[in-house]
């Protein structure tokens, strides 16, 4: 029987080239492929253009007008945007900062922003010229407060919006809304609300919003009081009290009081960030349905711990829960570790967990980590005591992590101290390598805790720049020797490619918040390094670690998203 000719890439069909082309990652990839022909151009397009992350406020402006042109293909496949203002920072020769921005919350001395304004402009005028009635999701991710105008026009421009934000404001927006009373039901597609009340005023639009959408899917709830005009002080009564609920959430909830007979919300993801949670987590359980919670996120929020008891009750626990983050690098309570264990144990199922804990003197339990040994793919704890006391899991407890939680793919930890000056890593830090290689499925691997230097990083600018190029090549010496024993045991047992491991990315750092000494001004971000190529002079290609910039390991290596660790939600920095 004749075999039956190949198909070519032509010849498939339109689902299947679809599929293909939706693994390419890489903006770059993706403008290269739309080059070849108008038919990889039409494939092409909807990924390239779908997301879109923009800084405005700047000289690059300008070039919004020829992206916005009519003749551009492209425009019609943007869904998503994420709007930024630019910066301009003026360079302090006395301290040094890594070239990778890679926290958009750093305490950097920056020059006056240039006005909001053109930002506003700008923004005014990407509305204009988008064809309506096709983005799912704008974001205005800064503190900058965002046009009502300009929020009236998206809202009347974009009906298919899936998710509204309602943060700071030029003026008061609560009193246009009264004039227009269906506002937010003719938004008819909306599943996500984000509120980031710094005024009353917000509150009250905020409680508009939620009060039109019973059915939302998705709720992020974080108090930017502190963030509001100079003059406007937060108000005394805006968390809950022990005798009845506070400002926050009788203004926000007003809808639904009282509390004891109301209809919760049956919300798969839910953020809390900056609520005083000790005499408002009852409130809470009766305005949320937690049985039906996929993803949990709870960051800043003091007396979190009544919250994860009361999760931890038979009747209260999560069902579906597959992704728990507790972040709270300031005011964390010693005893509210131990409710959290608590509340590791009465689950199960989770994916992704996450905990950057301050002002603890232990870690989580080992037991209750293991417990999601089966399904958990992504592992990232920091726990502290002081600034000068960081935690890391003794030997028998690392190795039992590793060994039992085979699934992990993403890891983010604190390995013992090691020195940059030596040969080779310290007798306790390739320990903790040898119980690496046990999680045969890691693809990124996060060592937050930087080597410790003979060398310091002060002194005239010239020579910290010398000192810190010099570090990194250390660091890069050890993320080699990293890369070669993982490949080796993979040759050896036969897993991961089989010429190499499944490990692709080895960071340092904590996004631009740990510095490598406590005694120094100088602050080091991450450094990540991926595998690359070297050519000998005889013309042998072995493997070699290059240091990337954090901006671009996600195009590297999709399975990366561990590497966020910044305490405000930046959508669209990772591969959310």
Not at 122 to 145: G, H, M, Y
Not at 265 to 289: N, S
Not at 472 to 491: G, K, M, P, W
């Amino acid at each position: 029987m004749a075999e039956k000719p190949k198909l070519t890439f032509s010849e498939l069909p339109l689902d299947v080239k679809k599929l293909i082309t939706g693994f390419i990652d890489r903006p770059t990839d993706l403008k290269t492929l739309c080059l070849v022909s108008r038919e990889f151009q039409d494939l092409a397009l909807p990924d390239l253009y779908r997301t879109m992350i923009l800084f405005v406020g700047g000289p690059q402006d300008l070039r919004l007008s020829a992206m916005l042109g009519r003749e551009n293909p492209g425009i019609k496949h943007i869904r998503d945007i994420y709007l930024r203002l630019e910066k301009a920072v003026i360079p302090d020769k006395t301290r040094i900062y890594h070239s990778d921005d890679s926290s958009e919350d750093d305490e950097i001395e920056e020059s006056a922003t240039i006005p909001a304004r053109q930002a506003q402009f700008t923004v005014r005028l990407l509305l204009d010229f988008l064809p309506r009635n096709q983005l799912e999701a704008f974001s205005w991710q800064t503190w900058e407060p965002f046009s009502v105008d300009n929020f009236l026009l998206l809202c009347k421009k974009q009906k298919k919006l899936r998710l509204i934000e309602l943060g700071p404001m030029d003026r008061a927006l609560e009193p246009i809304l009264e004039k227009q009373p269906n506002f937010f039901e003719e938004l008819t597609e909306i599943k996500s609300i984000d509120c980031y009340p710094e005024s009353i005023d917000r509150l009250k639009a905020a409680q508009k919003a939620l009060k039109a959408k019973p059915d939302i899917q998705s709720l992020c709830v974080s108090t930017g009081f502190e963030y509001a005009q100079e003059g406007l002080e937060i108000p005394p009564d805006l968390q809950d009290s022990s005798t009845r609920p506070g400002l926050l959430t009788r203004t926000l909830f007003s809808h639904m009081m009282p509390f004891e007979t109301c209809k919760p919300y049956a919300l798969k993801d839910l953020d809390l960030d900056t609520i005083e949670l000790r005499y408002a987590a009852d409130t809470w359980l009766k305005i949320v349905k937690f049985e039906n919670l996929e993803k949990l996120e709870i960051r800043n929020c003091a007396g979190a711990d009544v919250l994860f008891a009361q999760l931890s009750k038979p009747h209260l626990r999560p069902q579906r829960l597959k992704s728990l983050r507790w972040m709270d690098d300031d005011k964390s309570d010693p005893h509210a570790l131990d409710a959290f264990d608590g509340l590791l144990e009465s689950t199960t199922g989770l994916d992704i967990l996450d905990i950057y804990v301050c002002r603890m003197n232990t870690l989580p339990k080992v037991s209750s980590i293991v417990h999601h040994k089966k399904t958990l793919t992504s592992l990232s704890i920091h726990s502290q005591a002081s600034k000068e006391s960081v935690f890391h899991y003794v030997e028998y407890d690392f190795e039992r992590i590793c060994l039992e939680c085979s699934e992990l793919r993403q890891l983010s930890v604190h390995f013992p101290r090691t020195s940059s000056d030596s040969a080779m890593p310290s007798a306790e830090f390739k320990n903790y390598i040898t119980q690496i290689l046990k999680l045969r499925k890691l693809t990124t691997l996060n060592i937050r805790r930087w080597p410790t230097s003979s060398t310091a990083f002060v002194g005239p600018f010239n020579r910290v720049i010398d000192t810190l190029r010099l570090y990194e090549h250390q660091l890069q010496r050890i993320s080699q020797y990293i890369f070669e024993v993982s490949d080796d045991d993979a040759r050896l047992l036969g897993y991961g490619l089989g010429h190499r491991s499944h490990l692709a990315v080895i960071c340092w750092g904590g996004n631009g918040k740990t510095r490598h000494d406590m005694h120094d001004r100088y602050k080091l971000k991450q450094i990540p390094f991926v595998r690359g190529l070297k050519v000998d002079p005889f013309g042998q290609i072995s493997m070699l670690a290059v240091q990337t910039v954090w901006r671009m390991v996600q195009y590297v290596e999709p399975e990366s998203e561990i590497l966020n660790h910044s305490v405000c939600k930046l959508v669209g920095e990772s591969n959310d």
